[in-house]
């Protein structure tokens, strides 16, 4: 018998003409920080919100703990944990009245001040709702999805919009989450938090997972090559440069060119030297390890962010 | 039940920081008793608690727009989908807004009876049980009702158009704005079908003829089963999410909801009684002033003949 917490086998929904999920399964053990990653519109959400409760599959079966999302009832909900991508609370609740009500819902006694503390909200217990920052209402979601001590907590793009600097905080915060053995499913469209934060990564394209695995399994696809990304001043051919020294695929994107080459001083040489004899000129060049942004494109021919 | 009055404390709450609330629940009501009364009732007397009975139908019809407008609010912004993952139903959702409501509009009511007793010298205050079970009633009733509203408009403004046609109806027609017996006899015919009548006549027959409680079994009944089918209603047809589409079968829920009215106003309508008494209780309010003690050929304002 699986040991997995959650377990997703072939979801499928539609939204009228448009197919959402076309058969999504994937599974989450104890304590694991998991991810979906995929660019928007990919079924990320749709995903996690039926995961949650908030929407019914067309088929499929999905499960939280051993219990149905749909006919869980109070039980399921006491189970789970959320941070929804669009939700709000009145512009007229107090910070410190929005977690001593949710706790009261779940038949608790908040630890308020704890949780004030733990989120860095002390200083605005008392400030209402609607007078929060984008960051601090966030920290303020994610304490709310904690404040019934779930076992497993839903994150759907946690840090989407926020700056680089709040961004790092919620990072700490799911990091904690980690620390306590907390089992995590968050989506993002973000690379560096899905390689930062997640034990295990589904990418998700077209409402289907197209790759799964740890961060580090996922970019052994592209393992021994380093990633070059150049800009030339005037089109060429995919062929052309793929057929560089050292190179083992050439993708066009966004006007753009991305090498995977296993010998990299040699393509550049090579490169350069096509350029010249092609009255091409370079404008930009950058190289790195690939990422998981670069099995994307591998998998897809885009970028996560199109 | 807990839950209920866990999220009824918490609507209080809210509501005691919006101005909206001492707006719409006290000042613009004493505004119109103050002005139904100048214009009415300038010599005090009886003719104060029949502009009371107006007033005090108004402020409780009042539950009608606040509530759903909040909803709409609530569910448009995402508010709801918030507390839907917390271990709540729908039904626990929409009596705290009830209850939150009901206990608000309270102080109201006691502060317009207040200044109509002591302020505008009104002679007398009526069975003040029969007022008070009767406000509350009419609350519950029009809250439900304006659930139910905010549970089939789709959007903030198609909510506003709804309300406006359904407040008009009932500010027009059931006897708050233009006494009943005003209208004319067709008119009257279908105020009987509006469950603002029988809060407006029940209020009246309360205040200025002191008619206990057990005698008004019929307004009792109509709002009270009002109420409930409109609760049942808007617990089918309520809806988390802002992109849910209401249900097909809303339409024919909502038809469900007037059921009792249209029983009712088929009953009253054959029976005629109702409108009698409310002749009578206009006729004898106005007949008791002094100016038309000396001039008893004057009809009641407007009265027809």
Redesign the interface.
Known sequence: MSDAIVQVRDLTKSYGDVVALRGVSFEITQGEIFGLLGPNGAGKTTTIEILEGMRLADGGTATVCGLNPQSGGAEFKRTIGAVLQSTSLPDKMRVAEALSLFAQLYGRRADTGGLLGRFGLEEKRHAFYGKLSGGQKQRLAIALALVNEPQVVFLDEPTAGLDPQVRREIYDIIEELRRDRKTVLLTTHYIEEAERLCDRVAIVDHGQVIAHGTPRELKQRSAGTTRIEVSLAHAAADGDLRALEGVTDCRAVDSRYVLHSTRPPQTIVALVKHLESSQNELQSLEMAAPSLEDVFIELTGRRLRE | MN?AW??TL?RL??AM??RAFLIFGIIIPLAFLFLFSAVFASKGGPAVAYVLASVLAMSVMGSFWGLSQQLVI?RE???L????????DAGTMLASGIFSNLILMVPGIAVEIAVARWVLHMDRVGNLLSVFVLSGLGAVTFAALGLVVASVANSMMETQVINQILWLGFLLLSGVAIPLPSLPAWLQQVALFLPATYLVTGLQRALIEYVPLQRLGGEVASLGGCAILAFFVCRQIFRW?PEEKVPRQAKLWVAAALIPFLLLGAWESSRGGRLGEARTILRSTFAERPAQQRDAAAPPPGEKR
Do not use: D, M, V
């Open positions: 839950h866990t999220l918490f709450r809210l920081r919006n609530f912004q995402g508010i989908r918030r507390f839907r993952l917390a271990p709540l999410e």
